[in-house]
């Protein structure tokens, strides 16, 4: 792995404390120059206060949106809302629905199971026509589904598309459009029923819980307006009056007073995310939405709980026969193009994600059908993965995503011509690349410098995520006390470390980083990459270093 030391070497100003120059340094490593810039990352403004034109979305489509919705409301029309089944398109299917539904519409939610696959479907669309609906509002999908949304206005109704996914070349001939990329697909959907809230002169405050949820777990940069939200909606979420919110967290063990991103990101999003993967994405529906049914909402927790509990072990299952498929069969090309038959699809994206982050190269899995297939892809800074696919798009069912992360559906005929062209394409743009794993690093000190007043200072800059990760740092030339493996097969390294100065002794934990143990020895220093955490135990805290690299 190589290290990236970003923004040059630190230089202590005279009169200036070091904690104060590595601030500063943080902030210009984030892109932040100004001190307009640097006040509003530090302290967001409330996002009640952010503007649909501030975030990208066209005033004139709320206003679109707006008096279609009227219209329906008056009439008693039916309405449905049509979501996604990630945790982003849940969160916003149950913000969209919980405000109509307010409002007195005559609607009702529909997330499609994933076998189903992304996006508005035709037979779908038939088949609520012939339900009486006249009206569909999408959230976190539809800004590619030109014929579909075509379709329906042949057959008499009329489509709402709010999304904030990469458009294609023709934008959906809808009611309204109301799109930006700068949010996740829940943000779009929170500004646009704020909005709607506002035009029935209904006073009250739209809560950003589920907000942050959808936020965090669809992985958009945590800067501008996101940050605002999530910083904001955390508060909100640890107070959340969501009961299925709620007996998750209790069912979890997670003290809904130490919320961070990190815990909405890897605890409450996969439990979530797991039914939508492999079982009724309805399910997360259900408990987000529950009022009053205390019983319902813990039967509901423990069932997502055990979904993603099963999620795990295929994802597991699944990652190691597509790497020694990989292997066996290529092993070498610039994308990573691995296709079964036995493959769920609910974890295609997850197993394309962890051949990502193994050989850094962009990957694309399959889950193989009789006639139509499914695909995930994940990718790498180098590449942009949803270019690549868009041109192969005369191979492609319906498609999309972003630069990063991408899917699609395909006759599995076609299947072959398209790993050829997709290589291809690969090859061309990478093969002259040297394709390595980058750790950025914020800055090289002492671990002199790391003290709780240092970590009061970098706990400023939470929430981390996407844009904004959890500042790491390098210390050389460091001596290894003592060094054990601990945990389930010993898989995790930990150590107790000290500097030049003797007395600085702190522990540290590498999670994941067995492999290291054989290298290490208490004569040769070892230079680490890590950040810097709060380790309690029995109601004491100690600073511990969190392992990211270690180079002799």
């Given at each position: 792995m190589k290290w990236i030391i970003e923004g040059g070497k630190l230089t202590v100003k005279k009169g200036e404390k070091k904690i104060e120059t590595i601030f500063?340094?943080?902030?210009?490593?984030?892109?932040?120059?100004?001190?307009?810039?640097?006040?509003?990352?530090?302290?967001?403004?409330s996002p009640y206060k952010l503007t649909p034109r501030e975030v990208g979305i066209s005033p004139d489509e709320i206003k679109k949106a707006i008096t279609r919705l009227k219209k329906a409301i008056k009439k008693k029309e039916k309405v449905i809302v049509y979501g996604d089944y990630?945790?982003?398109?849940?969160?916003?299917?149950?913000?969209?629905?919980?405000?109509?539904n307010k409002l007195g519409a005559q609607v009702m939610p529909f997330i499609p199971k994933r076998e189903e696959g992304y996006g508005l479907k035709v037979e779908r669309i038939d088949q609520m026509a012939k339900a009486g609906v006249s009206l569909i509002v999408t959230v976190d999908q539809g800004i590619v589904q030109f014929k579909q949304v075509e379709h329906a206005n042949k057959i008499g109704m009329d489509v709402i598309v709010t999304d904030h996914h990469v458009p294609g070349k023709k934008k959906p001939k809808a009611a309204a459009v109301i799109h930006t990329t700068q949010l996740a697909g829940v943000g779009v959907a929170w500004f646009f029923a704020r909005q709607l809230l506002a035009a029935f002169k209904k006073k009250e405050k739209l809560g950003l819980d589920l907000v942050t949820i959808g936020t965090v777990t669809d992985m958009v940069p945590l800067l501008g307006a996101n940050r605002s939200l999530v910083k904001h909606g955390l508060n909100q979420l640890k107070k959340t009056k969501r009961i299925g919110l709620q007996f998750l967290c209790q069912l979890v063990g997670l003290d809904s007073e130490k919320i961070s991103a990190r815990e909405v990101g890897f605890i409450i999003g996969p439990r979530i995310n797991a039914s939508g993967r492999i079982r009724d994405p309805m399910d997360p529906l259900r408990l987000l939405c529950l009022k009053k049914d205390k019983n319902k909402a813990l039967k509901i927790a423990r069932r997502l709980d055990e979904n993603n509990r099963e999620r795990q072990t295929l994802t597991k299952r699944t990652s190691l026969h597509a790497r020694?498929?990989?292997?066996?069969?290529?092993?070498?090309?610039?994308?990573?193009?691995?296709?079964?038959?036995?493959?769920n699809e609910g974890v295609i994206?997850?197993?394309?994600?962890?051949?990502?982050?193994?050989?850094?190269?962009?990957?694309v899995v399959i889950s193989e059908g009789k006639e139509m297939s499914r695909a995930s892809a994940r990718s790498v800074q180098e590449f942009n993965i949803i270019e690549a696919i868009r041109k192969c798009a005369?191979?492609?069912?319906?498609?999309?995503?972003?630069?990063?992360?991408?899917?699609?559906?395909?006759?599995?005929?076609?299947?072959?011509?398209?790993?050829?062209?997709?290589?291809?394409?690969?090859?061309?743009?990478?093969?002259?690349?040297?394709?390595?794993?980058?750790?950025?690093?914020?800055?090289?000190?002492?671990?002199?410098?790391l003290t709780f007043d240092f970590f009061n200072q970098l706990e400023r800059f939470e929430p981390f995520g996407q844009d904004n990760p959890q500042p790491a740092f390098v210390t050389k030339k460091i001596k290894v006390v003592?060094?054990?493996?601990?945990?389930?097969?010993?898989?995790?390294?930990?150590?107790?470390?000290?500097?030049?100065?003797?007395?600085?002794?702190?522990g540290a934990i590498g999670f994941g980083m067995g492999d290291f143990y054989s290298q290490l020895s208490s004569e040769e220093p070892i230079d680490i990459a890590y950040n810097l955490i709060i380790n309690e135990w029995n109601s004491q805290k100690r600073l511990q270093l969190k392992l990211k690299d270690i180079k002799k």
């Open positions: 500063k340094h943080l902030l210009l490593n984030r892109g932040l120059k100004t001190k307009r810039q640097q006040e509003d990352f530090l302290n967001p403004k990630d945790a982003d398109g849940v969160c916003a299917t149950a913000i969209v629905w919980e405000t109509l020694e498929l990989w292997l066996k069969e290529d092993g070498q090309s610039s994308l990573i193009f691995v296709q079964d038959q036995t493959y994206g997850l197993v394309a994600q962890k051949l990502k982050d193994e050989f850094y190269r962009p990957a005369d191979l492609l069912d319906s498609h999309g995503g972003h630069p990063l992360a991408a899917g699609f559906n395909i006759e599995t005929k076609k299947i072959n011509l398209l790993k050829t062209r997709l290589q291809q394409i690969a090859e061309e743009q990478l093969a002259q690349k040297k394709l390595k794993r980058v750790l950025k690093i914020d800055a090289q000190l002492e671990l002199v410098d003592s060094a054990q493996l601990v945990g389930a097969g010993k898989q995790h390294l930990k150590l107790t470390v000290y500097g030049p100065e003797p007395k600085k002794n702190i």
